[in-house]
T-cell receptor, first 117, second 112 residues
């Protein structure tokens, strides 16, 4: 596998279920991101991990819980979701150089289409 | 925090015509401005980017201009082709952390 992969590609869950989304990057990057894409807000940053430390939590409800066990893997744990959480969840990765500052291409995965019933 | 506005939300052009998409940003510290293209059912992919120390950048039929004083940047596509049809997103990030704030997207339709 090359680039950024995500599993599952499609997920249907009830509001009382617990599920997890998985992202893996094969690019040797040191930062990973979760985005939510919906008709209402096309590309909304949720979480950022840099060197496996969470550096941004963009006012995301606690029913979304990220985990970054190493620089290649990122998870999004889901529990007691609401129907309005139905969306495409995109993972991305990039290289970040802390001395030089930001400004590096983010590579996106194919996304997980989540439907909450 | 940063706020990025993008216009128009939809744009329809005839094949061969030019297309221009405009974005404004709010944080004067932003220094990196990428443009992503997302075809239907596919992931967003970077098509061009510009940094704040440059006013213009061109790559074949695609160009981006940046006006730091006015805090706006634009994407220009010349000689449009049907395969240019997609949703285009602009974004901005400040130096720390490479965190992108995206605009609302522009759906470009190129009619053959």
């Amino acid at each position: 596998e090359t680039g950024v992969t995500q599993t599952p590609r499609h997920l249907v869950m009830g509001m009382t279920n617990k599920k997890s989304l998985k992202c893996e990057q094969h690019l040797g990057h040191n930062a990973m991101y979760w985005y939510k894409q919906s008709a209402k807000k096309p590309l909304e940053l949720m979480f950022v991990y840099s060197l496996e430390e969470r550096v941004e939590n963009n006012s995301v409800p606690s029913r979304f819980s990220p985990e970054c066990p190493n620089s290649s893997h990122l998870f999004l744990h889901l529990h007691t979701l609401q129907p309005e959480d139905s969306a495409l969840y995109l993972c991305a990765s990039s290289q970040v150089h802390f001395i030089a500052g930001g400004g590096y291409e983010q590579y996106f995965g194919p996304g997980t289409r989540l439907t909450v019933t | 925090g940063e706020n990025v506005e993008q216009h128009p939300s939809t744009l329809s052009v005839q094949e061969g015509d030019s297309a221009v998409i405009k974005c404004t940003y709010s944080d004067s510290a932003s220094n990196y401005f990428p443009w992503y293209k997302q075809e239907l059912g596919k992931r967003p992919q970077l098509i061009i980017d510009i940094r704040s120390n440059v006013g213009e950048k061109k790559d074949q039929r695609i160009a981006v201009t940046l006006n730091k004083t006015a805090k706006h940047f634009s994407l220009h596509i010349t000689e449009t082709q049907p395969e240019d049809s997609a949703v285009y997103f602009c974004a901005a990030s400040v130096p720390l952390g490479n965190m992108l704030t995206f605009g609302g997207g522009t759906r470009l339709m190129v009619k053959p």
